[in-house]
């Protein structure tokens, strides 16, 4: 596809499960970032990758989120034992080359998970 | 935590009507971008200022940037039904080896046909 896409759409799971979700970038863009929405509330930035390096992780609220993109394409988020406090949207983004700050991000839908 | 403060919170008017959006920062920037977001979608890059600038047109959009006030402003002008939607800032730190986007908290828009 042409834009970013990111799956599941929706999850719902109970406290303590772990979770994961995946980013499908743009074919062909080298960074990609992770950022946390809250209801109501603007994207927080969680993690960024250039190609298959985490670059930064200083985003991450706990050691139970762990984020990977081991051939510098689609990336998973992990969250491990999840609590209600999880209960975000999750964003992804891409862009061509993330070493210009003019670089453009284009987001995906993001996957929306609810903890219970 | 977020980087500023976007005014009003939320903002509803006439298709017809302009619609002034604000957005406060805190620390020295790169640029500023604007982003849409429509429900349960992701967010559309709308506009990028630099940090040198003062004002960008884009279309029905219009933004200024003012440094020494760490403000900017998003105008949409003849606003139409389908620009209903949630508008965030978005800052790009200085020295920001990673380029990564620091978001205000949003202002809600709705236009009534």
């Known amino acids: 596809g042409a834009g970013v896409s990111q799956s599941p759409r929706y999850k719902v799971a109970k406290r303590g499960q772990d979770v994961a979700l995946r980013c499908d970038p743009i074919?062909?863009?080298?960074?990609l970032f992770w950022y946390q929405q809250a209801l109501g509330q603007g994207p927080e930035f969680l993690t960024y990758?250039?190609?298959?390096?985490?670059?930064?992780k200083s985003g991450l609220p706990s050691d139970r989120f762990f984020a990977e993109r081991p051939e510098g394409s689609v990336s998973t988020l992990k969250i491990q034992r999840t609590q209600q406090e999880d209960s975000a949207v999750y964003l992804c983004?891409?862009?061509?080359?993330?070493?210009?700050?003019?670089?453009?991000?284009?987001f995906g839908p993001g996957t929306r998970l609810t903890v219970l | 935590s977020q980087q500023g403060e976007e005014d009003p919170q939320a903002l509803s008017i006439q298709e017809g009507e302009n619609a002034t959006m604000n957005c406060s920062y805190k620390t020295s920037i790169n640029n500023l971008q604007w982003y849409r977001q429509n429900s349960g979608r992701g967010l559309v890059h709308l506009i990028l200022i630099r940090s040198n600038e003062r004002e960008k047109h884009s279309g029905r959009l219009r933004v200024t940037l003012d440094t020494s006030k760490k403000s900017s402003s998003l105008l949409i002008t003849a606003s139409r039904a389908a620009d209903t939607a949630s508008y965030f800032c978005?800052?790009?730190?200085?020295?920001?080896?990673?380029?990564?986007?620091?978001f205000g908290g949003g202002t809600r828009l709705m236009v009534k046909p």
């Open positions: 990758f250039q190609n298959e390096a985490q670059l930064d």
């Open positions: 978005a800052t790009v730190k200085n020295n920001n080896a990673g380029n990564m986007l620091t």
């Open positions: 983004a891409s862009s061509l080359l993330g070493t210009s700050s003019t670089d453009t991000q284009y």
């Open positions: 074919s062909g863009h080298v960074s």
